[in-house]
């Protein structure tokens, strides 16, 4: 990394609110109802998979000609969203096509039929680039012959089996292949034995990243397309399986696109059985999205967002780039800031951890903002902890028990403390602020810091951590912790899955990462920083 490029993550800049009149495009994303193969694990030879195959690449064909109705200039699908899902390394065999290397191959399958063999799927997607006029982004199935004396990493039935993105430019032509790195419990596929950061330019947005689904959680691919290459456009398929209260999909697709500064174009499948839904156009400042567990549907979203590839913003100056610094926070609005505090009157920096891991003692500074009648409840007063399985990690938690106040809680050596002011009593529901620190290891592995403000599914300390959509508690809050990586994702959840984003989020003096967020219009469901410190995912 250049050292410009270490200063710029190191530093702590709030990013400005939307320019005035950037230069701007018209993106779409398409949640689909996959038409499903009902038996998977059994075999199909090539026809009856392209029969198959062709259903979704009907309904990808109106939707294609909507979108560009509409303006569309991109047009991005979710993963599996043509062959579907749980098929086995056999039975996905008719569905594979070979996809070449664009970096290599200049090749328009919509042109050039002849040219590559079994090629269908790309023929088809080429075409519908290139009759609506726009970039089209699409999941498939893809494979490789490989030679086991020469390759070491070659499987032994001679063939690479791929989860392949494909990126076609309005002409029709290949313009980006991308092999997924990180699989989810994918048995029909091969991790690709080299990790690729994928790229591909448009000529009215610049320059994109393209992942994943599961690539998002870890720093290769997402974060380095980001980190090492200043990608601030994101194209991302997924087939997301939603988990609340800390991983829905259109949670953490806004939680990323706020943190990492970046426009993310995710399209999700529709699977209700499943828990799959929700896509979105997300910037770093707003989304158009759409979670849905009972529609029948699937669902075109199509925006107008600004570009944020700092080569075609303002000329590409260096002011231009300051202006858009990932993991290192956001100000909603115009800041305004007194000495005393923030543009919401939270108090700074007062109400950390001491030397020895005890509350600091400055008693006005531990009450809300304002209120004279505040009292910090001595030592033997404070809540008790308790642990509760949440998404399958051990969280230490301290409940709410009262209308406004303070709170601490440690797991290892993180810390999360909490200032918070509620609008009902705390018998109608109670919420929890909890800290994990450690290895997850259930559905994937991967090393978590996570501070969290969760509403608990009914009165009982278990059910904190338990799934809900809804809350009837407006919350008030500054939630912060002592993490030990810069890489955080603020996240605010309302009833009904209304998304929010902080007032602020950032680091403060202490080092401690924060978020505010005042006057909420929707009841708090969950607050989370979540953090992954990947260097310890091998640990």
Not at 218 to 225: H, Q
């Amino acid at each position: 990394m250049s050292p410009l490029r270490l200063v710029l993550w190191l530093s702590v800049f709030a990013l400005p609110s939307a320019p005035t009149e950037p230069p701007s495009y018209v993106a779409a994303v398409y949640e689909h109802l996959v038409v499903l193969n009902p038996n998977p694990r059994v075999a199909l030879g090539r026809r009856a998979a392209l029969e198959h195959m062709q259903k979704n690449l009907d309904v990808f064909e109106e939707q294609a000609a909507l979108a560009a109705q509409q303006g569309a200039q991109i047009l991005v699908f979710p993963e599996d969203a043509i062959q579907g899902f749980n098929f086995t390394r056999a039975s996905i065999a008719g569905y594979l096509e070979a996809v070449p290397d664009p970096t290599e191959v200049t090749w328009n399958p919509c042109s050039e039929r002849a040219r590559f063999p079994d090629t269908e799927v790309l023929q088809r997607l080429s075409c519908m680039a290139q009759k609506n006029s726009l970039y089209l982004v699409a999941n498939m199935a893809g494979i490789q012959a490989c030679n086991s004396t020469t390759d070491a990493h070659c499987p032994p039935d001679g063939r690479y089996q791929f989860n392949t993105n494909v990126v076609f430019t309005s002409a029709g032509t290949l313009a980006a292949r991308y092999r997924k790195q990180n699989l989810y419990f994918e048995a029909a596929f091969d991790t690709p034995p080299r990790m690729e950061l994928v790229t591909f330019s448009t000529p009215f947005a610049g320059r994109f990243g393209v992942f994943t689904c599961f690539d998002i959680l870890f720093r290769e691919p997402a974060v380095a397309l980001v980190e090492e290459l200043g990608v601030r456009q994101l194209a991302y398929p997924t087939a997301w399986m939603n988990q609340l209260p800390l991983l829905a999909a259109v949670q953490f697709q806004r939680s990323f696109a706020h943190a990492a500064a970046v426009t993310v174009l995710a399209a999700n499948v529709r699977a209700a059985s499943l828990g799959m839904t929700g896509s979105g156009i997300f910037t770093p400042w707003q989304e158009v999205h759409q979670h849905d567990m009972v529609g029948e549907t699937g669902r075109l979203l199509v925006s107008r967002v600004p570009v944020l590839d700092p080569a075609m913003m303002a000329g590409g100056t260096e002011s231009t780039r300051l202006a858009w610094v990932p993991f290192s926070g956001h100000r909603r609005r115009e800041p305004g800031l007194g000495e005393a505090g923030d543009a919401h009157g939270w108090p700074r920096g007062a109400w950390h951890l001491d030397a020895g891991g005890k509350p600091r003692s400055v008693e006005t500074e531990h009450c809300w903002p304002g209120n004279e009648n505040c009292h910090v409840a001595p030592a033997h007063e404070k809540p008790v902890e308790f642990h509760s399985v949440m998404m399958y990690d051990n969280f230490t938690l301290v409940p709410l028990q009262d209308t406004e106040g303070n709170l601490t809680v440690c797991d290892g050596s993180l810390c999360c403390h909490l200032l918070f002011r509620r609008s009902t009593a705390p018998s109608t529901e109670l919420y929890a602020l909890g800290a994990f620190q450690g290895l997850h290891v259930v559905h994937g592995t991967y090393y978590l810091e996570v501070c969290a403000l969760v509403k608990c599914t009914s009165p009982d300390f278990a059910s904190c951590g338990g799934e809900t959509e809804h809350a009837q508690t407006q919350i008030d809050f500054r939630l912060e912790g002592n993490f030990s990586t810069r890489h955080v994702f603020p996240g605010i959840l309302g009833n009904g899955m209304v998304l929010d984003i902080p007032d602020e989020s950032g680091k403060d003096s202490d080092g401690w990462v924060y978020m505010s967020r005042s006057g909420m219009t929707a009841e708090l469901v969950t607050a989370t920083l979540y953090s992954r410190v990947y260097e310890k995912d091998n640990s």
